[in-house]
């Protein structure tokens, strides 16, 4: 991935113009700058240097997301990132891990550094996933806790369930258990662990997209398996409005926990759609709920619940971020899904004022005479 590199970036960008051929020249341009596609980034803050993570995968391939490795970079700035490598392949030993690496976080605790990963196996495992924990010394050499998982229900497990999901002409068990978010609760000191899943008990149909939630006492755990943190439903149904609630992240804000998450269009629930109408919601769409417990229930903040501006950004699973010239400001990062390059620009702000979320687009060169910042009609 060529970081921020404004050439790379308009290369890419004009390939989304192009009438046909789009998938065979994104090929020719990763082996150009000697690329890959690129997703799913997260950051860690240490000290004075910023540490990325963020899946890479193989460019031939007909489903970029069957293919997955941990890569890492490093910065001072955000700006400007040195590519450190791989960091965390596939381990064929572990049959749960065998075939893609998935999304997670990172934490660093008394020189430790933690990094909570997903991962599927081969063939008709590609969609088991699981969780697991690797840890380093130094940020940059891995090796995983255990060959286990680190947190997964097991078939009897009451809450968390897998849905059969067709695809050409193979059926697969889709169980849903990816995209771990770790943090801390100030107030008792516990490890809470947020996870894209799906709702067993209490659903019905194939929209049963839910968040998971694990404690644990200590970051590495042993973790315990608590009810979903937020099970929405459509209005007068059991059917949630997301098959999917990829990339949750919770923040605590003005006295409330936040709880943020992505969903593809082509999977949102048709009838919740209708009910609230298809403005403001494209595939960049960031959705918010509310609680007043890290534990939810989460309610979403309105009819509604979206991100202003998330719907123009072109950002898939966008995440906020202290900026790194103000902490008690965040930047939105994540990645441009149409061209599979990684979006991590500290001018793409979040103005978040008492009940009112915005992203923006914040370069001071293009501030209006009001000072305020310019709404994005899309950021690239």
């Known amino acids: 991935?060529?970081?921020?590199?404004?050439?790379?970036?308009?290369?890419?960008?004009?390939?989304?113009?192009?009438?046909k051929g789009k998938r065979t020249t994104r090929r020719i341009l990763y082996r150009l700058w000697n690329s890959y596609p690129s997703w799913d980034p997260w950051i860690l803050k240490d000290g004075d240097i910023y540490r990325l993570f963020y899946l890479g995968g193989a460019?031939?391939?007909?489903?970029w997301w069957m293919n997955g490795t941990i890569y890492g970079a490093i910065s001072t700035d955000m700006k400007t990132w040195q590519d450190v490598g791989a960091l965390l392949e596939v381990n064929p030993a572990n049959s749960w891990e065998s075939g893609r690496m998935l999304a997670g976080s990172a934490?660093?605790?008394?020189?430790?550094?933690?990094?909570?990963?997903?991962?599927?196996?081969?063939?008709?495992?590609?969609?088991?996933?699981?969780?697991?924990?690797?840890t380093s010394v130094d940020g940059l050499h891995w090796e995983r806790s255990s060959n286990c998982e680190l947190v997964k229900p097991d078939d009897n497990h009451r809450w968390y369930g897998q849905f059969k999901r067709q695809m050409g002409y193979d059926e697969y068990d889709h169980y849903q258990?990816?995209?771990?978010?770790?943090?801390?609760?100030?107030?008792?000191?516990?490890?809470?662990?947020?996870?894209?899943?799906?709702?067993?008990?209490?659903?019905?149909?194939?929209?049963?997209?839910?968040?998971?939630?694990a404690v644990a006492d200590k970051i590495g755990g042993?973790?315990?398996?608590?009810?979903?943190?937020?099970?929405?439903f459509v209005e007068?149904?059991?059917?949630?409005?997301?098959?999917?609630?990829?990339?949750?992240?919770?923040?605590?804000?003005?006295?409330?926990?936040?709880?943020?998450?992505?969903?593809?269009?082509?999977?949102?629930?048709p009838s919740w759609v209708q009910k609230v109408g298809k403005d403001k919601i494209t595939d960049s769409t960031l959705y918010w709920y509310v609680s007043d417990r890290i534990t939810g229930p989460y309610e979403p903040v309105s009819a509604k619940p979206i991100v202003k501006?998330?719907?123009?950004?072109?950002?898939?699973?966008?995440?906020?971020?202290?900026?790194?010239?103000?902490?008690?400001?965040?930047?939105?990062?994540?990645?441009y899904y149409r061209r599979m390059t990684l979006?991590?620009?500290?001018?793409?702000?979040?103005?978040?004022?008492?009940?009112?979320?915005?992203?923006?687009n914040l370069p001071q060169s293009q501030r209006n005479s009001n000072n305020q910042p310019v709404i994005l009609s899309e950021v690239r």
């Open 1 to 19: 991935m060529k970081f921020n590199n404004q050439f790379y970036e308009l290369s890419a960008r004009l390939v989304d113009f192009l009438p």
């Open 59 to 63: 460019s031939q391939l007909v489903h």
């Open 107 to 134: 934490y660093k605790e008394d020189g430790v550094y933690y990094l909570f990963y997903s991962a599927a196996g081969k063939g008709l495992e590609i969609m088991n996933e699981g969780i697991g924990l690797a």
């Open 177 to 213: 258990w990816r995209d771990p978010y770790v943090v801390k609760d100030r107030e008792t000191g516990k490890y809470y662990m947020f996870i894209c899943a799906y709702l067993k008990e209490g659903g019905e149909g194939k929209y049963r997209g839910c968040v998971g939630v």
């Open 222 to 232: 042993p973790y315990e398996l608590l009810p979903p943190a937020a099970t929405p």
């Open 236 to 269: 007068g149904t059991k059917a949630s409005p997301f098959y999917e609630m990829e990339r949750p992240q919770v923040i605590y804000r003005n006295g409330k926990y936040h709880l943020f998450f992505s969903c593809w269009t082509m999977w949102l629930n």
């Open 309 to 335: 501006g998330s719907d123009r950004t072109g950002i898939y699973g966008t995440n906020f971020f202290p900026a790194p010239d103000n902490p008690e400001e965040f930047i939105a990062y994540g990645w």
């Open 343 to 360: 979006a991590i620009k500290p001018e793409v702000r979040v103005c978040w004022h008492n009940d009112s979320i915005e992203i923006v």
